[in-house]
T-cell receptor
Framework: KAGVTQTPRYLIKTRGQQVTLSCSPISGHRSVSWYQQTPGQGLQFLFEYFSETQRNKGNFPGRFSGRQFSNSRSEMNVSTLELGDSALYLC?????????????FGPGTRLLVL | KQEVTQIPAALSVPEGENLVLNCSFTDSAIYNLQWFRQDPGKGLTSLLLIQSSQREQTSGRLNASLDKSSGRSTLYIAASQPGDSATYLCAVRPNTGNQFYFGTGTSLTVIP
């Protein structure tokens, strides 16, 4: 079974631009979560989507948004980029049956804002 | 808000040693706890998941324990190998919400 895939793997943007990142979960997984990882703050939860609905949201400004499609693929958008948005963005998928599910992470998208 | 701390932040050991990584969390109302490893520039690889009702989980040379009442988990690595060198993260899922609170990580170096 293919793992979680994220595209693109690397991205360079300038301040003020916007960016869209994509995540394809493991087949059969309906939950997709997004995390931001920075050296200073570590891994922080952005939001989770389940069946095309945002089910949970972390403490990030409204510039960070996301969506999920009917095939469970998810996109994350950051508008008006700031230097502090430079980070590794990870997505994770799970069956989210509230049973013994494990979260599986993708390789991440490394975003550099200049 | 759940706070997750990992000690030590960095660890360097000679090959073959047994070692213990520590994780502590402030709110014992957790659903489960998961240990991950992260190689430089890469994503996270799940190692072990412990449900709140369980005391420990084992996989190969890895053993993770959970003491929910005291807010602690340990990851025991037996007979360490250079390939074990990575950052190890513990993550706690609360009873409500499908998100993880991550610890700060322990950077492990196993010297050949």
């Amino acid at each position: 079974k293919a793992g979680v895939t994220q595209t693109p793997r690397y991205l360079i943007k300038t301040r003020g631009q916007q960016v869209t990142l994509s995540c394809s979960p493991i087949s059969g997984h309906r939950s997709v979560s997004w995390y931001q990882q920075t050296p200073g703050q570590g891994l922080q939860f952005l939001f989770e989507y389940f069946s095309e609905t945002q089910r949970n949201k972390g403490n990030f400004p409204g510039r960070f948004s996301g969506r999920q499609f009917s095939n469970s693929r998810s996109e994350m958008n950051v508008s008006t980029l700031e230097l502090g948005d430079s980070a590794l963005y990870l997505c994770a998928s799970s069956t989210a049956d509230r049973g013994f599910e494990t979260q599986y992470f993708g390789p991440g998208t490394r975003l550099l804002v200049l | 808000k759940q706070e997750v701390t990992q000690i030590p932040a960095a660890l360097s050991v000679p090959e073959g040693e047994n070692l213990v990584l520590n994780c502590s969390f402030t709110d014992s109302a957790i659903y489960n706890l998961q240990w991950f490893r992260q190689d430089p520039g890469k994503g996270l690889t799940s190692l072990l998941l412990i449900q709140s009702s369980q005391r420990e989980q084992t996989s190969g040379r890895l053993n993770a324990s959970l003491d929910k009442s005291s807010g602690r988990s340990t990851l025991y690595i037996a007979a360490s190998q250079p390939g074990d060198s990575a950052t190890y993260l513990c993550a706690v899922r609360p009873n409500t919400g499908n998100q993880f609170y991550f610890g700060t990580g322990t950077s492990l170096t196993v010297i050949p």
